[in-house]
């Protein structure tokens, strides 16, 4: 339960106040998110840290196109990926899979990294585009890190989430869920280039279906710098690749035949239609509001 709270000014004010009890604060959409206590291993408010160290003052909240990426301040909420005009259509999209307003103005960048959900809304895109993150160690020591390592072995304050943007490199991302404010039950995120239909530096990350989103290098070697097989033999190719558990978002092999479908439609789209899925900032668009 939350006992303190602190909005330091300072990077070096914010690393002084962190203890082992402590906790840092961007939106809160899901450190403080509690869930029923009358089911066995929920998360209840005796599970928030007693010490929130609120970070509105010291992380950046900025989307700039710099020298060949785009940069987001981990602050960045969803909300300001969407109504940013330096953001790519595949970017947006993730970003509106989450579907509630009310939790886009919360929920950050940062936090959505930091929480690495299997589900999670961005992270198969940034991994899938070999992304890299600004991180501080202390308010001395700030150096940059791959993300997949960090997300392997967490460490300091994210600052800045880095996206390289290269000339014809393209990328898709896309989800499907049992509602439109559920979370995701499996996540699809494809990185590439095209060329005569053949689609080279593949990068394919998939979420739902382990504990984190992963990396496929097996899923990229079948279809690396090859014709494309018709999307039936696609699926049947990938099904039995994709092992996940059961759970509330759907069944096992739901969700392997859902991601196969997923794959198999991605794959096609970013051949057939290599303009839709560029790098190059696309138009701030206003998605409906969708009602919980």
Same mark, same amino acid.
């Given at each position: 339960?939350?006992?303190?709270?602190?909005?330091p000014?300072?990077?070096?004010?914010a690393?002084?106040?962190?203890?082992?009890?402590?906790?840092w604060?961007?939106?809160g959409?899901s450190?403080?998110c509690?869930e029923s206590?009358?089911?066995?291993?929920?998360?209840?408010?005796?599970?928030?840290?007693?010490?929130?160290? %609120?970070?509105?003052?010291?992380?950046?909240a900025?989307?700039? #196109?710099?020298?060949g990426?785009?940069?987001?301040?981990?602050?960045?909420?969803?909300? %300001?990926?969407l109504?940013?005009?330096?953001?790519f259509?595949?970017?947006r999209?993730?970003?509106g899979?989450?579907?509630?307003?009310?939790?886009r103005? #919360?929920?950050? *960048?940062?936090?959505n990294l930091?929480?690495?959900?299997?589900?999670?809304?961005l992270?198969p895109?940034?991994l899938?585009?070999g992304?890299?993150?600004?991180?501080?160690s202390?308010s001395?020591?700030?150096?940059?890190?791959p993300?997949e390592?960090?997300l392997v072995?967490?460490k300091?304050?994210?600052?800045?989430?880095?996206v390289?943007?290269p000339?014809?490199?393209?990328?898709?991302?896309?989800?499907?869920s049992?509602?439109?404010?559920?979370?995701?039950?499996? *996540?699809?995120?494809v990185?590439?280039r095209?060329h005569?239909?053949?689609?080279?530096?593949? #990068?394919?990350?998939?979420?739902?279906f382990?504990p984190?989103?992963?990396q496929?290098?097996d899923?990229?070697?079948l279809?690396?710098?090859?014709?494309?097989?018709?999307?039936?033999?696609?699926?049947?190719?990938?099904r039995?690749?994709?092992k996940?558990?059961?759970?509330? #978002?759907g069944?096992a092999?739901f969700?392997?035949?859902?991601?196969? *479908?997923?794959?198999? %439609?991605?794959?096609?789209?970013?051949?057939?239609r290599p303009?839709?899925?560029s790098?190059?900032?696309s138009?701030?668009t206003?998605i409906p509001?969708v009602?919980?």
């Amino acid at each position: 339960m939350v006992k303190e709270y602190y909005r330091p000014a300072t990077l070096a004010e914010a690393f002084k106040l962190q203890t082992a009890a402590s906790a840092w604060l961007a939106g809160g959409s899901s450190l403080l998110c509690t869930e029923s206590p009358s089911v066995p291993g929920n998360r209840t408010m005796a599970d928030v840290p007693e010490r929130l160290i %609120d970070l509105k003052l010291i992380v950046p909240a900025a989307v700039a #196109r710099e020298n060949g990426n785009l940069v987001i301040g981990a602050g960045s909420s969803f909300q %300001d990926i969407l109504d940013s005009d330096q953001v790519f259509a595949a970017l947006r999209a993730a970003a509106g899979s989450m579907s509630n307003r009310n939790v886009r103005n #919360r929920a950050t *960048v940062g936090g959505n990294l930091a929480d690495n959900r299997s589900c999670a809304s961005l992270t198969p895109l940034f991994l899938a585009m070999g992304t890299s993150l600004q991180i501080a160690s202390s308010s001395e020591v700030i150096e940059t890190v791959p993300l997949e390592a960090w997300l392997v072995q967490p460490k300091g304050l994210v600052l800045k989430v880095i996206v390289p943007c290269p000339e014809n490199m393209l990328a898709v991302s896309r989800h499907s869920s049992r509602t439109a404010c559920d979370v995701a039950t499996v *996540v699809m995120a494809v990185s590439c280039r095209q060329h005569d239909g053949r689609l080279t530096d593949l #990068r394919i990350v998939a979420g739902g279906f382990g504990p984190h989103a992963e990396q496929r290098s097996d899923l990229e070697r079948l279809f690396e710098n090859q014709t494309l097989p018709e999307r039936p033999a696609i699926e049947t190719a990938v099904r039995p690749l994709l092992k996940a558990l059961d759970d509330v #978002r759907g069944s096992a092999g739901f969700k392997s035949q859902l991601g196969a *479908v997923l794959l198999a %439609d991605l794959l096609h789209e970013l051949a057939a239609r290599p303009e839709n899925f560029s790098l190059q900032p696309s138009p701030a668009t206003r998605i409906p509001e969708v009602r919980s």
